[in-house]
């Protein structure tokens, strides 16, 4: 029996995606050896690859080569809060975000760091419970970019339609939303997600970017932290994460073969709903975000006795409920449903929550 696993990332990968792995681990794609010891110069490696792409674009809706370039890089979404503006910003011209919470807080301040950073609105004032309505923002020209994360995973709110810039270049950090539902990401420029969540094992990061991005050069930065230098290596300029890409592969292959995105969101809506109906049922337990902006991937909540929260953690830990404490930057709980993460677990996480509150309400 394996337990119900609603850790934020990395987190709950397909079973069929393991089982494929076992089985293929020693002797991968007929090479008699193991896809963890082929070169990532090789032909076997190169097909992997490919198919990661190919899978990739079609499902978020790019085209098959330019003038859309994907990269696969190492150094997690927090990279690319860095890489994003040494690239793309300049002081004139400073990337514009719009901070819905701890990520996009981080990746402003990390480009508010090399002076190219500025903040269009900011969710503190009502506790990043929620998503700006339209017209809350506007672009301050100039402006590289705005910048907006698409799922706010420590609070758990989620854009659910991409934001109308205006005009200005639209960069998305999808790091824990990316494929749970059918996204025109081909409306921004700029796209990278952290694997961990959605698209497979922990170390690597997706960069889908539009080549627009790549007309300016950057001059000064180091050559590995260049877009460029990556899109004219042809996306492997240096070792890939090999194993992650493998699996990141198969997981997509996993997508498609569950009915893709269209079929992908339905469920996540159908996990997400049981589990807020389940939070608003009788009071005792409240949710964080505003309904509007309330999460399907991250489920954010509290016990309104919180001193009961420590308690619900360890006795659902027991309970094969793993993953359920808040982050340690808010405290409180959070329920991650990603992808793979069976119906049954949150069937499973209902019950348990009802039961708990009938021992403790
Ligand atoms: C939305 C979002 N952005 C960025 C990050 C940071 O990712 P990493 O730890 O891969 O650098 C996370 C991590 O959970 C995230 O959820």
Not at 200 to 218: C, E, K, N
């Amino acid at each position: 029996m394996r337990p119900n696993n609603f850790n934020a990332g990395p987190a709950v990968m397909p079973i069929e995606v393991l089982e494929e792995a076992r089985a293929e681990l020693l002797d991968t794609a007929g090479t008699g050896h193991s896809v963890l010891e082929w070169s990532h110069r090789s032909k076997a490696y190169d097909e992997v690859r490919w198919d990661a792409e190919r899978r990739l674009r079609r499902l978020m809706g790019l085209p098959e080569r330019d003038p859309w370039r994907v990269l696969f890089l190492q150094g997690g979404a927090s990279l690319q809060f860095a890489m994003l503006p040494m690239n793309l910003a300049t002081p004139e011209r400073p990337g514009q975000y719009v901070n819905t919470g701890v990520w996009s807080k981080k990746a402003l301040e990390e480009a508010v760091r090399l002076g190219r950073g500025v903040e269009l609105w900011s969710g503190k004032p009502t506790g990043f419970d929620r998503i700006p309505e339209p017209g809350a923002w506007r672009a301050r020209e100039p402006a590289a970019y705005v910048h907006v994360t698409t799922n706010n995973t420590i609070y758990g709110t989620q854009w659910h339609e991409l934001p109308d810039t205006g005009g200005t270049p639209l960069v998305l950090d999808a790091s824990s939303d990316i494929l749970s539902r059918p996204m025109p990401y081909a409306r921004s420029v700029l796209v990278y997600a952290g694997a961990q969540k959605n698209l497979g094992p922990a170390g690597l990061t997706i960069v889908a970017l539009h080549t627009d991005t790549l007309a300016r050069p950057a001059p000064g930065i180091p050559a590995i932290l260049d877009y460029r230098v990556h899109a004219e290596a042809d996306g492997i300029y240096n070792t890939h994460p090999t194993f992650a890409v493998w699996l990141m592969a198969k997981t997509l292959a996993w997508i498609e073969r569950s009915g893709g995105l269209a079929a992908i969101a339905a469920r996540n809506e159908e996990k997400a709903a049981l589990l807020y109906a389940e939070i608003d049922r009788s009071g005792f337990y409240r949710g964080h975000a505003q309904p509007g902006s309330r999460s399907r991937m991250n489920v954010t909540f509290r016990i309104a006795k919180t001193e009961l929260e420590d308690k619900f953690v360890k006795e659902a830990d027991a309970a094969a409920l793993l993953g359920l404490k808040g982050h340690r930057s808010v405290g409180g709980l959070r329920a991650s449903l990603y992808n793979a993460l069976p119906l049954e677990s949150v069937r499973a996480l209902v019950e348990f929550m009802r039961d708990f509150e009938r021992r403790h309400g």
